[in-house]
């Protein structure tokens, strides 16, 4: 296989129809009255947001924008608004500073320089929200995560990738940015560098080590059985940064399944007990 730019192409129509489907599908067969996600800015929650309004319609998405303090971003809060605004659905605003501050003055272990055990903090305290408003009006939690994140584990577990459906994680942030581009997401959206938002000038990029070109297409090629060498050599890239990311995406497994147990019984949740997502 070559690993060139082609390779992250996609038929962004073919994209967005599965999508769709696959949203109002899951949702009519799971009895609800529609979903409810959070809407940061970034061009992930902002394309699902936009998807799932062309699926269900505006009237049964809800975005939650969920602004704090110490990472308030005035240009993601309008850009959250005019996705919103665009495509014809709800979006509240919740500012979550008022928890965040009495969970970390409760936690007898918390350290105010410890950024990343806070910033989980955070995440989690998101999903809480978009958990509870969920079941208060009787609706999904619809995830963004990208598959380029979802596979560097560069997310929080039980936080941001929390969510009883994720309808881009089979699709790569370099491809998310195709599908964006199609269904009409402001420009300005797409172009802006990533971030998780949990802590002030937190880059995705710069965490990650790597470009999201670059990745996607090593990533690819992981996920097609190739060898880092072979990877490497194609990318023309050093043999350790591919080592280095293979290693990463292994050593993240434990966060995108659920908990391991002992097997003891004749089927074992998790294991060998697979049952349908939805009765119908």
Not at 213 to 226: T, V
């Amino acid at each position: 296989m070559r690993l060139t730019i082609d390779l992250m192409k996609i038929d962004p129509q073919s994209v967005e129809t599965r999508i769709k489907r696959f949203i109002k599908d899951y949702t009519e067969k799971c009895g609800t009255s529609g979903i409810v996600l959070g809407v940061s800015g970034g061009i992930d929650s902002c394309t699902t947001a936009a998807l799932a309004t062309l699926s269900l319609g505006g009237d049964r998405v809800l975005g939650i924008a969920l602004p704090d303090e110490e990472t308030h971003n005035a240009t993601d809060v309008h850009h959250a608004k005019l996705v919103a605004e665009k495509f014809g659905f709800k979006l509240d605003l919740v500012d979550i500073s008022p928890v965040l501050k009495a969970c970390f003055k409760s936690l007898p272990l918390y350290d105010v320089t410890d950024k990343l055990s806070r910033g989980n903090v955070k995440a989690r305290i998101r999903m809480v929200y978009l958990y509870y408003y969920a079941n208060r009006i009787g609706r999904l939690v619809c995830g963004s995560s990208d598959k380029s994140e979802t596979m560097m584990g560069y997310f929080t577990k039980w936080g941001d990738a929390a969510a009883d459906i994720s309808p881009l994680m089979d699709v790569y942030k370099t491809q998310v940015r195709q599908l964006a581009s199609h269904i009409g997401i402001p420009k300005e959206i797409i172009t802006k560098p990533s971030t998780p938002g949990l802590w002030v000038g937190q880059l995705a990029e710069e965490e990650l080590g790597v470009k999201y070109e670059r990745l996607d297409l090593i990533l690819c090629g992981l996920e097609h059985f190739m060898p880092t060498e072979e990877i490497a050599r194609q990318l023309k890239l050093p043999l350790r940064l591919v080592d280095g990311i293979k290693r990463r995406w292994l050593a993240t497994e434990h966060k995108r399944r659920i908990p391991l147990t002992t097997k003891l019984g004749y089927r074992t949740v998790g294991a060998d007990f697979r049952l349908p997502y939805t009765e119908h």
